[in-house]
């Protein structure tokens, strides 16, 4: 039943708008633009590829390391008295550490990168549903602006005529001058209602370069929107199923579980083993009191293995403060993921609602302008015998533009309604809606790329701009450019 509702919002849409050229942009065009050069969305995968790093960095910290170090040392004066009295020496070092148990810590510090790491994809795809909700909200309003703008040009165009034949009729006599003002102030309130509407147009237009990155060409009316829900309860369930953002709120929950088995493990005790390898040369200035046979050797080398453990005693309380505050984020993201399961059940029934409202008020606003149509005609038939006055007919013009705007505005409302529900309920991703325009953007490319790197060397190439900007684009004006109303 509802999903024959917002089919037949759209057809409604496109019975009243004449067909496009055929080089008008569609819906999935604007769509596809947006997900490859907003800004909004290319920063945010820039983010999680700065999350997918802390993988890598967790990791790191049990993983065995090598370093090394080497000095050189002039001795210009020496208080030795006696025995060898070396002039320079250098020394180098080389030293392997391999971490045995860090008390869970390194385990625990990944797997919370890991969640991490899932949390940014669920988290990135929810910003893209977002910025999808905007496009298609700009998408509409180009639509409705332009419809709105060609209704009140037609309406000044009407009242234009209607003066002039009043002024005609005023100087025959047939009329007073009371009708010429009225019909003079109805104009001048039109031409001010037009100003009003092409200042919004622009707005719209100015929205959606901000999110498309272009200026809108002539605009396809929006196809059909699928598998929409028949109730509130439905589409609920299916949000708390499938919702990104309420997805990427759970992940963190659960890292921050494993933040806080990171935090206890600072008190307990750590093991590593070690080698090191050292080499010490005097640069023959090693000399003594001795000759012959017992003179000393130059150089040395040293070998030294050997395991290490730390058992932490008394850290002075924060061992215990490090637990509590991990235990009172922990209670925060418990707390974060209610108030984010709240906030989408009240925002998936209030779409819900004003989507059954906004195609209900279609029916209702398609009644008011067939009746305003027919009453226009008829106080002008009766007019024409002097059965009804120029206010009369005025009024019944005023009407038939209100009862158009309105239509043309429930028709954007039913459309944006019926996006944002779908988005709320996660069914507004990119693979949702069958984006065309290149391949997808797929975050665990780079995730499975620097997940298990160990070169100290590795970098990506310089950061560039990914989005496009929007300076060189024209300043808009009200010329119409979408599908507008006969």
Avoid at 344 to 355: F, P
């Amino acid at each position: 039943m509802r999903m024959r509702g917002v089919f037949s919002a759209v057809l409604l849409v496109s019975a009243a708008m004449p067909l496009t050229p055929s080089n008008a942009e569609t819906l999935r065009e604007a769509l596809a633009k947006a997900y490859n050069t907003n800004p909004t969305i290319t920063g945010a995968r820039a983010g999680q590829r700065a999350t997918d790093e802390n993988v890598p960095i967790a990791r790191s910290r049990g993983l065995p390391g090598v370093s090394g170090t080497s000095s050189f040392n002039e001795f210009v004066e020496s208080g030795s008295s006696g025995g060898t009295t070396p002039a320079r020496q250098f020394q180098a070092n080389a030293t392997l550490s391999v971490p045995v148990y860090q008390g869970g810590a390194v385990a625990n510090s990944t797997r919370a990168a890991e969640t991490r790491v899932a949390a940014g994809q669920s988290g990135l795809r929810d910003t893209e549903a977002s910025v999808f909700s905007q496009v298609v909200a700009a998408y509409m309003n180009v639509i409705r602006d332009s419809a709105i703008v060609a209704l009140n040009q037609k309406q000044v165009a009407v009242l234009r005529t209607n003066l002039d034949a009043t002024r005609d009729r005023f100087q025959i006599g047939d009329l007073t001058r009371t009708d010429v003002a009225q019909s003079e102030s109805r104009l001048a309130l039109a031409q001010g209602q037009l100003e009003s509407a092409d200042a919004q147009l622009i707005a719209s237009k100015e929205s959606y370069i901000q999110l498309v990155g272009n200026p809108p060409s002539a605009l396809e009316p929006p196809p059909p929107l699928p598998n929409l829900p028949g109730s509130p309860d439905l589409a609920v369930t299916v949000a708390i199923d499938s919702n990104p953002g309420l997805a990427a709120a759970k992940l963190r929950r659960d890292a921050t579980v494993y933040d806080t088995k990171v935090a206890r493990s600072n008190r307990l005790p750590k093991l590593s083993a070690f080698a090191s390898e050292g080499y010490t040369d005097y640069l023959g200035s090693l000399s003594s009191l001795g000759a012959g046979p017992t003179a000393p050797s130059q150089s040395f080398r040293a070998t030294t293995v050997g395991v290490q453990a730390t058992l932490p005693i008394f850290q002075g309380g924060l061992p215990g403060a490090q637990v509590r505050q991990a235990q009172a984020l922990e209670s925060q993201s418990i707390e974060t993921v209610t108030a984010t399961e709240r906030g989408l059940i009240a925002q998936t029934r209030s779409a819900y609602s004003a989507w059954v409202a906004s195609n209900q008020l279609i029916t209702y606003f398609q009644t008011a302008v067939s009746a305003a149509e027919l009453s226009l005609e008829g106080v002008r038939a009766e007019n024409s015998v002097g059965t009804r006055s120029i206010l009369d007919i005025l009024n019944a013009e005023q009407e038939l533009l209100n009862a158009q705007v309105n239509l043309v505005t429930a028709r954007r409302n039913a459309y944006v309604a019926g996006f944002s529900l779908l988005a709320a309920m996660g069914k507004a991703g990119v693979n949702d809606l069958g984006l065309d325009g290149g391949p997808l953007y797929d975050p665990n490319v780079n995730y499975r790329r620097v997940r298990r790197s160990v070169n100290d060397w590795a970098s990506d190439p310089k950061p560039a701009p990914v989005a496009t900007r929007t300076v060189d684009t024209p300043a808009q004006t009200p010329a119409l450019i979408g599908p507008t109303v006969n």
